[in-house]
């Protein structure tokens, strides 16, 4: 069969499929968009891309995100911040989403993932012996479990609940509080997100 499309382009659209959440249709139209772009526009995401590589490191601390020529995050170097408290994590982005609250004060843990025996992630993937290590070196008073409410999250969760107490270190564990989205109807809510809105009831 004849091919349709050029090589070069069929190369472009067969690495955008690759990225996650990103189907054949969807690459095809990156792509071709891409193909009558400015030549200018192009080498600047060429090499924005490249640069991931080179100027992009994991904070030896937190395991968050950050420049090549930082020594750690400069949100566990910020004096403003308070190092008894760490959120724990699963991934680097997942600090954007509790920055953009401008109400969490303390430092970031990040863990790399989240146990999932399916997928050959276990716990000793993670970043957890850091992370009990960083609560004996900072003295942490509280650490908050801010695991996704999956059902690896919440394995995550226990496991890191067990884990630190086993270890000896005295600290306070706390979990973000779940419940229903407002808009949300009870039929359209998972099992795991009712049973945190049970567990976090209130009185009134």
């Known amino acids: 069969m004849a091919r349709l499309l050029p090589a070069a382009l069929e190369k472009v659209i067969d690495e955008l499929g690759r990225l996650p959440g990103v189907g054949v249709r969807t690459a095809e139209r990156y792509a071709y968009y ?64 509790l920055e953009r609250t401008g109400q969490f004060k303390g430092t970031y843990h990040v863990l790399g993932g989240a146990i999932s025996p399916i997928d050959g992630i276990g716990p000793e993937q993670l970043h957890i012996p850091e992370l009990v290590k960083r609560l004996e070196d900072d003295e942490v008073e509280e650490v908050i479990i801010a695991t996704n409410a999956s059902v690896e999250g919440e394995s995550t969760a226990l496991y890191l609940q067990r ?29 795991i997100t009712l049973t945190h809105a049970l567990e976090g009831r209130r009185l009134l």
Not at 164 to 189: F, Q
């Open 34 to 97: 891409l193909l009558r772009s400015q030549q200018h526009n192009n080498e600047s995401l060429a090499k924005a891309v490249a640069s991931l590589k080179t100027d992009v490191k994991t904070c030896p601390v937190t395991f968050a995100l950050i420049n090549a020529d930082e020594t750690v995050s400069h949100l566990y170097n910020d004096p403003d911040r308070n190092k008894q408290l760490v959120a724990v994590v699963e991934e680097p982005l997942d600090i954007i989403a």
């Open 163 to 191: 884990h630190i107490k086993d270890a000896g270190v005295e600290v306070t564990l706390s979990r973000l509080a779940r419940g229903i989205p407002v808009g949300v109807d009870l039929e359209y809510a998972d099992q």
